[in-house]
Each structure stands twice: as structure tokens, then as C-alpha cells.
């Protein structure tokens, strides 16, 4: 449970905090842990702020603004940000395992042997994030942007990269043996002597990618790439983090913007291989979008096949 004092202080801002933060972590001898577990912190706006060593432990950070903020070793564990601004913030040794960081910014953030064990980064935004050095076990990476980030040396193997946009990154030598990378963007990409045996890339987007070298041994290309019945007004769903909004994203359109009640189909390749017709709906409250069936309601991944229904879902 969150020190009430520093919860309150917090509340009052950032300069607030930062003022009492720096004498009480830099210092104070001896420095001071700010404790705001299992915090409620929705959509606080901290820019800047000064965090090191602070426990966080099952705080709710859901939409909060964190860019530039000092988390250097801070306990994040199952803490909630999702749709969080961490754009530019030092989370160098932070342990952020089984956190929930679906939707977050996490792009240009230091992540020198930060600890992402367990943690769902779908949909997150990864672009000129360092992963040479940052801790993965059973990460959920589908739908995440890391287009143009060095991943040589990385071992992915096992991971759900289904739906990444991996344009541009190099991922020269690394281990993707048994991957679901299914309808991700890997245009441009550096897989020289990768490790793709066994990997999914079905829908997957290879123009210009460089495969000199990689293995490709038992990998599933999906024929013709086609995935399932994938037409031109196939796509995936994305999140807009700027606008914070949730539409179908076709690779060089704008975004066709989805609204709670719409009709869409969405393609299920990770557990029957089949498209599912239904109403799509959002949980304002979660920033988590479904998908209502007749008989079953089932939560929605970014980076999965989605497009709009042409008649009736019932």
C-alpha cells in the first residue's frame, strides 16, 4: 500500500513532487524510497518526474504521462500503464515484470537491462528503444512498432510477433525459431542469417527484406501469402496513439477510425486459423477493445487481421 504522503504529494504535481523527490532521493542521507504501490494514478500527468528507486509495485498508471521521468531501478512489477507516455524516460534496471504496458510509448526510452519479464507490450511503441540489453521472458509483443530498431543478438525465440511492424529493423543473426509473425510488416527489413525455422509468416510483409543466409526450414509462408482470405481492404487493427483512437490500419492509407457498435470480421490465427464476424467494442474504462460475437465476447490484440464487415455479423 502507497506512503499517503507521498501519494498526496504526488497529486499536487510535478514540480511539486520533483521539488521534495530530488532532496529526498539524491540528498537525503539516507535517501528516501517513495512507496506508491497499488497507487491510483490514472492519467497523471508527470513529465520530468524524479522516480529512481521508487516502488510501484500494482500501481494503476493507465494513461498516464511519464515522458522524460526518472525511473532508474524503480519496481514497476504488475504495474498497469497501459496507453502510458514513457517516450524518452530512463527505465535503465527498472523491473517492470508482468507489468501491463499494452498501447504504451515507449519509444526512445533507456532500457539498459530493464526487466520486461512476463509483460504485455501489444501494440506498444518500441521505435529507437535499445532491446540489446533489456531482460524478455514470455513477453507479448504482437502488434508492437519497432520499425528501425537494432535487434542483432536478440533471442526472440517463442515470442508473438504477429502483426509487429518490424519495417526497417535489423535482425541480422537473431533467434526467431517458432515465431507467430503473421501478418507483420517486415519490408526492408536486415534478416540475414536469422533463425526462422519453424516461424509463421503467413500475411507476413517481406518486400525488400534482405533473407541472405536465414533459415528458413519448415517456416510457414501461407503460399501465397494471402492469410485466410485477405483481400486489399484487409488490414490490422491499431492503436492511434496520438489521437488515442483504434481503427484498421492498411499500409500506406490512413487509418479507417473504428467506433464501438461497428461491424468488422478479424482473423483468429493463433487459435483456429479463421475469421470471426462481430460488433466491435471498446471499454473506455481499460482502453481494452473487444469483439461481440453471438454466443462469446473476445478481447482484441493489436496487430490482428481486421476488416470491416460487408453485411450483417448475426
Given at each position: 500500500m502507497a506512503n499517503?504522503?507521498?501519494?498526496?504529494?504526488?497529486?499536487?504535481?510535478?514540480?511539486?513532487?520533483?521539488?521534495?523527490?530530488?532532496?529526498?532521493?539524491?540528498?537525503?542521507?539516507?535517501?528516501?524510497?517513495?512507496?506508491?504501490?497499488?497507487?491510483?494514478?490514472?492519467?497523471?500527468?508527470?513529465?520530468?518526474?524524479?522516480?529512481?528507486?521508487?516502488n510501484l509495485i500494482q500501481a494503476d498508471l493507465q494513461g498516464a504521462n511519464l515522458s522524460g521521468a526518472n525511473l532508474q531501478s524503480a519496481g514497476c512489477r504488475e504495474a498497469n500503464l497501459q496507453g502510458a507516455n514513457l517516450s524518452g524516460a530512463d527505465l535503465s534496471r527498472a523491473s517492470f515484470e508482468d507489468a501491463n504496458l499494452k498501447n504504451a510509448n515507449l519509444s526512445n526510452a533507456n532500457s539498459e537491462y530493464t526487466d520486461l519479464g512476463g509483460a504485455d507490450l501489444s501494440g506498444a511503441d518500441l521505435r529507437e528503444f535499445n532491446l540489446g540489453h533489456t531482460i524478455f521472458r514470455k513477453v507479448n509483443l504482437s502488434g508492437v512498432n519497432l520499425s528501425g530498431v537494432n535487434l542483432s543478438g536478440v533471442n526472440l525465440s517463442g515470442y508473438l510477433l504477429s502483426g509487429a511492424n518490424l519495417s526497417g529493423a535489423n535482425?541480422?543473426?537473431?533467434?526467431?525459431?517458432?515465431?507467430n509473425l503473421s501478418g507483420a510488416n517486415?519490408?526492408?527489413?536486415?534478416?540475414?542469417?536469422?533463425?526462422?525455422?519453424?516461424?509463421?509468416?503467413?500475411?507476413?510483409?517481406?518486400?525488400?527484406?534482405?533473407?541472405?543466409?536465414?533459415?528458413?526450414?519448415g517456416a510457414d509462408m501461407g503460399g501465397d501469402n494471402t492469410g485466410g482470405g485477405d483481400t486489399e481492404e484487409t488490414g490490422v487493427l491499431d492503436y492511434d496513439h496520438e489521437r488515442g483512437e483504434f481503427g484498421i490500419h492498411h499500409r500506406g492509407k490512413p487509418m479507417d477510425l473504428l467506433i464501438s457498435g461497428d461491424n468488422i470480421?478479424?482473423?483468429?490465427?493463433?487459435?483456429?486459423?479463421?475469421?470471426?464476424?462481430?460488433?466491435?467494442i471498446i471499454n473506455f474504462d481499460s482502453g481494452i477493445c473487444y469483439l461481440r460475437e453471438r454466443d462469446e465476447t473476445r478481447m482484441l490484440s493489436m496487430g490482428i487481421r481486421a476488416r470491416r464487415a460487408k453485411g450483417p455479423v448475426y
Open positions: 499517503q504522503e507521498h501519494l498526496a504529494l504526488i497529486r499536487q504535481g510535478v514540480q511539486a513532487w520533483n521539488e521534495w523527490a530530488e532532496w529526498a532521493t539524491i540528498r537525503s542521507i539516507p535517501p528516501i524510497t517513495p512507496d506508491l504501490s497499488g497507487a491510483d494514478l490514472k492519467n497523471a500527468d508527470l513529465p520530468g518526474a524524479i522516480l529512481p528507486g521508487a535482425l541480422s543473426g537473431v533467434n526467431l525459431s517458432g515465431v517486415l519490408s526492408g527489413a536486415n534478416l540475414s542469417g536469422a533463425n526462422l525455422s519453424n516461424a509463421k509468416l503467413r500475411g507476413a510483409d517481406l518486400t525488400g527484406a534482405n533473407t541472405e543466409g536465414a533459415d528458413l526450414t470480421d478479424v482473423y483468429d490465427d493463433v487459435y483456429d486459423g479463421s475469421w470471426h464476424s462481430g460488433q466491435f
